[in-house]
């Protein structure tokens, strides 16, 4: 019974002297390694959904099944072809496209049994139709309007097949076939630059394709078409397909400008208003509450922590009343007013605590008033606290949802990037349709708080105050 | 200085008289496929008329939840003057009285679709298009599998033989993707002859109901179909377009996941298959309108704008898009429906639902969408093997009979 007593009352330091050095070592050893995989196995649910996540959003198709972790868009051989194909479409390696002038030199090649003739498929340039959202809406130029599919040759050859049965290999012959689209010379003059490229080649069942310039998007009717939705896409067009995508399908309708950017730029502007309101509001009640002293200071304190119990559901509706009786709906202001800074007076509060209470005095001694001292001495010093509290407030502003979806609802301008992202969805009789588009434009959206987290991590860690009373 | 100052006053009272001489009218309907259509009406079909009637018109399509869109830009006085109305929760808007009702003649238009918009005797809301459910078949797969191609007179049994056929020669492909909502379900439950609401407006899950949803349950372990979740979608349509399954149970909507998703499928359409023992198919009418908001300053431009967005002229280019069927019975008759693409066939199909034997439109009274989630919870539990086919539509008579007695 003493000795528990003892030892839990014995500081730890006097606990360590007593161990033998080996076993410390062997204590913090441990400790350190069960740490370390804590650490790596957090690590590793966080970023593996979202390398998933990244991964599926630069696939054709994000709900594939198997979930495939090669495939052309993060294969360098597809990005050189890609690229190439970009250039010879409308000289552009990167973003590609089909454009007066553009000369694309195209081959597939197709294996069958050996006595099996190999038949020239059925090439195409199709009409691709987008079915839905703001792309179908838009779409004026197809490249079946100005493209000439030629045939250039064939080549024979042979190739190695392996029978996954019974693991015997044969040789099979193989065809290659050579196409050229070209850009109409007759319609090239004034002709428009075309996003997409289409192709399809048909074959009969027995023939397989086993190789061409790029891999085809997907193979349809049971592996009889082979269908491309875009030949020329570029290096940067093969890869991001689904980000170029989230730029484009989200246009005004009236001017055909991309509305994600005015997106990003209103929820910056509320995001950075709200920061404002919030340090002002959270170091003005924070430094009242922590120095100040005056009557009802607990209960204000007191109430204020009570703030942060209520949900932002229960007064949902009289403060959406309240924003309606003011004019301010569908305006930025409604919800940079929407403020709930209870955690950040709090967090505010303890930090001016901390701050030496003689500086203050020294600054009156001075002749500085209560808010020179606030903005002059305490502030400046105060600037992890501030940091963090901006933070945290921009990240909580940038990423709500449910305020802007109430409050501002047209026009489709004034939205915010989280609202809007809504619009990405495609959705046939009620079910979602894209989630290639909506997974790009979650990626793109989260940008801003990354950049933010790797500009100001270090003000997360490091105190100024406690340095300098070092 | 001077000049500019001029140059301003100039600029503003141009603006001003220019925007004194068209009304502008803000409409909004969802996204998706429809996009393409109603700008495709305003900015090409009707752009001549629009201009003639001196309106301007400002088209803000919404992608998500619609009617939570419009609920809430109702209640905040920010509705779009025009704006569409989905019977399934039509009754949410009109109670609201916000709601103006129309001022058109509503005779040219198919009575069923009116009546579903009719609330206190008065139209609320001119239907725009509707639809029906259908079966869509992969042509590919049934001949890959060497399956005569289903058939306007197919029934329960017929099908599913056809489907446990295919998934038999061909592991890897399902019949038919089954999904856990009444939406298409109905197809077959109507089908068995019985109704969602009795003569005292209660909803009996009766015999004819157990038998149309122990088929239809009974599709996966039978080999003839598979979860859609199982297989990570969300819609039949979406099985079907990737080619996991052989038919889907849809409208004509299905052209536009078609077209994005699989744009060299070989399908065809054929008539929702019937009960062996009513001897009856079942189906659904989902309907749409346009509905001029009560507050709007511009109601009368916005009653010409609805007029001219469900004109003949306008229908007609919207039956040849693929994508809708016209809400005015002359154009029944048209001859675009009579061809033979895969999207002629799947509208004429759809059309032909209207007349099939029990056919219901897709509307629940005052409860709305809650209606659904018994039968929706039923299904998922069935589908799932949480439960039994007794013991889930125990439970979800339990709580039909919890909402008759509250309704009380």
């Known amino acids: 019974m003493t000795d528990t007593t003892l030892t839990t009352a014995m500081p730890a330091a006097a606990l360590r002297q007593r161990l033998p050095p080996e076993a410390l070592r062997r204590r913090q050893f441990f400790a350190l390694g069960w740490t370390y995989l804590v650490i790596i196995g957090v690590a590793t649910v966080m970023l593996g959904t979202f390398l998933v996540a990244f991964v599926a959003s630069l696939k054709v198709d994000p709900l594939e099944r198997p979930f495939r972790l090669a495939f052309d868009q993060v294969n360098p051989l597809a990005w050189v072809a890609a690229a190439d194909l970009g250039r010879q479409g409308a000289g552009d390696p990167w973003w590609g496209g089909f454009a007066p002038g553009g000369r694309i030199v195209f081959s597939a090649t197709y294996t069958a049994a050996p006595g099996t003739e190999i038949v020239p498929p059925d090439a195409s340039v199709p009409r691709r139709r987008p079915g839905s959202g703001v792309a179908a809406a838009l779409t004026k130029y197809y490249a079946i309007d100005y493209a000439l599919l030629t045939e250039t040759g064939s080549a024979d050859g042979e190739m190695s097949v392996t029978d996954p049965a019974t693991g015997a290999s044969e040789i099979w012959p193989t065809r290659t076939f050579t196409y050229e689209i070209a850009f109409d010379p007759a319609k090239a003059e004034g002709g428009p630059w075309i996003e997409r490229t289409p192709l399809d080649l048909s074959a009969p069942t027995g023939q397989q394709l086993v190789a061409s310039t790029l891999n085809p998007t997907r193979f349809e009717r049971r592996g009889r078409v082979a269908s491309w939705d875009n030949i020329t896409p570029g290096a940067l067009g093969l890869v991001f397909n689904n980000y170029r995508r989230v730029i484009t399908e989200t246009a005004d309708l009236q001017t055909g400008n991309s509305l994600f950017a005015g997106w990003m730029w209103n929820s910056l502007l509320i995001a950075v208003g709200r920061v404002a309101m919030t340090l002002v509001v959270a170091s003005l009640a924070g430094y009242a509450l922590a120095r100040l002293k005056f009557h009802g200071a607990a209960l204000i304190f007191g109430l204020v922590l009570f703030s942060m119990t209520i949900p932002a559901q229960v007064t949902f509706i009289s403060n959406y009343l309240i924003f309606r009786d003011l004019g301010l709906l569908n305006t930025p202001w409604a919800v940079i007013t929407v403020l709930v800074v209870g955690s950040h007076v709090l967090l505010m509060k303890q930090f001016f605590e901390t701050f030496p209470k003689e500086i203050e005095e020294a600054a009156m001694v001075d002749g500085a008033s209560r808010l020179g001292i606030l903005t002059r001495i305490v502030l400046p010093n105060a600037m992890p606290a501030v940091i963090v509290n901006a933070i945290m407030a921009f990240q909580a502003a940038w990423n709500d949802f449910f305020w802007p979806l109430v409050l501002i609802t047209s026009p489709p301008s004034a939205l915010t990037v989280q609202v809007g992202l809504l619009s990405l969805r495609r959705s046939y009789g009620g079910a979602q349709g894209d989630w290639g588009l909506v997974l790009a434009g979650a990626f793109v959206s989260i940008i801003p708080v990354l950049v933010l987290f790797i500009l100001f991590q270090r003000y997360i860690v490091s105190n100024q105050v406690s340095e300098g009373v070092k | ?408």
């Open chain 2, 1 to 408: 200085m001077h000049k500019t100052k001029i140059l301003l006053a100039g600029l503003s009272l141009l603006a001003l008289t220019s925007a004194a001489s068209a009304v502008d009218v803000r409409i909004s309907g969802w996204g998706g496929a429809e996009v393409a259509l109603v700008n495709g009406l305003i900015t090409d079909v009707l752009a001549e008329d629009l201009k003639a009637a001196d309106i301007n018109v400002v088209y803000e399509p919404v992608d998500g939840d619609f009617s939570q869109f419009i609920t809430n830009a109702l209640s905040a006085g920010t509705a779009p003057d025009l704006f569409y109305t989905d019977i399934f929760w039509s009754r949410a808007a009109f109670g609201t009285g916000k709601v103006e009702p129309t001022t058109a003649d509503t005779s040219p238009f198919a009575p069923n679709l009116i009546d579903a918009f009719t609330y206190d005797g008065k139209v609320m809301a001119l239907p725009k298009d509707f639809n029906t459910l259908a079966l869509q078949y992969n042509k590919d797969i049934f001949d890959d599998a060497g399956v005569a191609y289903p058939t306007d007179d197919e029934t329960w049994a017929t099908l599913q033989d056809k489907l446990v056929a295919i998934h038999a020669k061909l592991p890897d492909v399902n019949g038919l993707c089954v999904v856990p909502d009444y939406a298409r379900f109905a197809a077959f439950a109507l089908g068995s002859g019985w109704e969602p609401f009795n003569a005292e407006g209660k909803t009996v899950l009766d015999g004819n109901f157990k038998r149309a949803f122990a088929w239809y349950t009974g599709l996966v372990p039978a080999g003839a179909a598979v979860a859609a979740a199982d297989v990570g979608e969300g819609w039949t349509g979406g099985c079907f377009t990737k080619e996991l399954t052989a038919v889907a149970v849809e409208g004509a909507w299905i052209i536009g996941g078609i077209r994005d998703g699989a744009p060299n499928l070989n399908w065809g359409t054929a008539r929702i298959p019937k009960d062996p023992e009513s001897g009856q198919a079942g189906n659904l009418i989902f309907t749409v309108g346009w509905t001029v908001n009560a507050d709007s300053a511009v109601k009368d431009a916005a009653q010409k704008v609805a007029e001219l967005l469900t004109s003949e002229k306008a229908q007609q280019w919207v039956l040849e898009q693929g994508l809708a069927l016209p809400s005015r019975s002359a154009l029944v008759d048209n001859p675009w429906l009579q061809g033979d693409t895969p999207e002629q066939t799947v509208n004429r199909v759809v059309f032909a639902g209207l007349s099939d034997g029990n056919v219901e439109p897709f509307f629940f009274g005052d409860l709305g969408g809650a209606w659904m989630e018994p039968i929706n919870t039923a299904l998922n539990s069935v589908l799932t093997g949480e439960a039994d086919v007794d013991t889930a539509l125990a439970a979800a008579q339990a709580k039909f009979d919890g909402m008759a007695a509250q309704k009380q």
